[in-house]
Every structure is written in structure tokens, then in C-alpha cells.
């Protein structure tokens, strides 16, 4: 049977065109037994050389020893058909390829080129992701989709650190201005990350609303505990002036992702401060899931993550000035 995802005019079959040395078994319930996408990235730079599927497939087999390349399916950012990334069809589906150990049954193994601690996705690459993704939903070949990293006993892995997810739901969202999203309801305002009631009197208050009105509206609205998403009530000008903050000094309120400066580790009880943090570093693809203020073992796991890229003379799990600093430096580089 020909799937959907074969017809994608940037798709290229090398099934049995790569270096191999026999084949991998078939999965016990041919492709019903796939239950997760699992993304995965080569890192291996785009710009050096080997960074392409033939070199993968000799390494996979001639120094791993497995019989072929690891990935089902592989994305070629250096190779562009129709103005998208080319995709090549290495192993068929049906086969038990080798690229996440434990999960190898379940998982339909895809590589996209490049190592994105440094290279950045592009355009033609997130449309080659978009429409590998949806035509393999429409398929049925799947129900998940995991980066490597998050499938079980591989939190270590640096693959894959691009937001896969972001790639799917936003097309091309870093490229394309941002459409802010209307209020609906005229008079609520929806919290948007790094918002402040000063923020909001300033730039998105009526005329003359001042954060004293702010929270006369908001009587129960901690104006410290301010949370994305939640709406809140512009409420009426009591005052005919609009106040401005006294210093303008930058301080760590002023950017989109504010970080704390206190040591932050397993056990630490500051929720508002560890939610900075959970915010920041998802916002720097070292995710630790939804922000919800404990140092658990995701959190631990991402901050590890981090410093084994950034600080791998400093891997201890925890928070500190050094990591602090490293974190701003890559936020800042993002363009927060
Ligand atoms: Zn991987």
C-alpha cells in the first residue's frame, strides 16, 4: 500500500539504496505497532562535511554494526526540492530500526539534519517537518510525538533540542510577524508572559488607567503571582494621570524571561522563582515541561542538559549564578 506520506513531492524513497549490511526485522504488529513519531536530530553540523544520509548509514553500519541506517525517515536541509527540505525514505516502516533502544518497536524513528544546539531551522526545513507530520497523521502511522530526550531512559540526550512541537503548530512563526490575539471581551486583558501591572497600565491600559486602578479591579489578583493566561479587568480611570516607573535601570523584570538570582536546586520551595526558571529554559528549548513551580526531576534534568551544552565543566543539576548567566546570555542570543 502506497501511504500519504510517500506522495509528498519532496519525498525521495532510498529504501535499499543505502549502505546496509542485511536488513532489521519486522516489527511484531507491522506498522500498528508504532505508537510515537520520535524526532530526532543528527548533531552533526549542517555545514560540515558527513552530514548527509550516506555517511549516517556508513557509520550506523560499518562502526555500529546494525544492519542499516537507524531512521525511518530523514530530513535533508542541504537538499531542496520545490522549496522544501528533501525527505528521504531510508528504512521502511514496517521494519524494527534501531535509533531508541528500549522503544525501538514502538518508535518511527525521523532525523532532521543538523545540530540545532547552533544551527537554525529553516523555512524550507519546518515546511518539510509540517508536511512530513500531518501526512503521517493522516496516515495513522503514530498517535505520539516525542523528541528523543523524552522517551523513556534517554533524558541525557542533547537530541532533539529544536521544538518539534513548535514546528508543527506555528508555521514558520519566528519568520512572520506576530498577530497579537484580540481581547474578546472588551475590558479583560489576557496575561501575556513577562506582563507586570505596570507593564499592562503602560502599554496596554485605557486611557489614564493607572496600576492603582489595576488592582482596585483586581481585588484578588496578587499583582507578584501574575500568571500567563489568566484575564484580568482594565477596570475604570480613577486618576487623570498615568504614573511612570521612577528609575527606567534594566532591571530583571524588564525581560520577556526574568531570572531569578537565587540558588535553585531539588527541594527548593520558591515557586515564583522556579517558574521563572521553568519558563526560561523552555523558552531556550531545554524543556522541563509546564512551569509549575517544582524542581522535580524534569526541571533537574533540563538545567543538566543546559550546562552539559553550555557549562560541561559544571554539571551538577543546579541553579546557580554561573548558570544564571550562561542562560541569559543564550536567552539574549534568542532575542529575548
Ligand atoms: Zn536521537
Redesign the pocket.
Known sequence: MTYKFQQLPQLVDKRGKLPSKGSYGKRANGVKSITTRVW??SLTKLSAGGSNIVSFANFHVGTNGWPEIAYHLVIDPNTIINGKAAIYYCVDISKRSY??GNSNTIGLGI?VIGDYRTDKLSEATIRSIIDLHKALMADGIGKYDKA?NEMPGYSW?A??VFDYNKAFKDVLSDMLPVVKQPDLVPGLYTVQEGDTFWSIALKDGKEGITVEDLIAANPDVKPSQLKVGQTIKFGTAKNTYTPTPETPKKEQSAYKYPLPSEVLKTGSTDKAAITQLQNALNAVNFKCGTADGIYGAKTKDAVTRFQKVYLPYEVDGIYGQNTKNKLQAVLKSKGY
Open positions: 530526532h536530530h535509533h531508541v532525523c528523543h540526550k537530541c532533539c
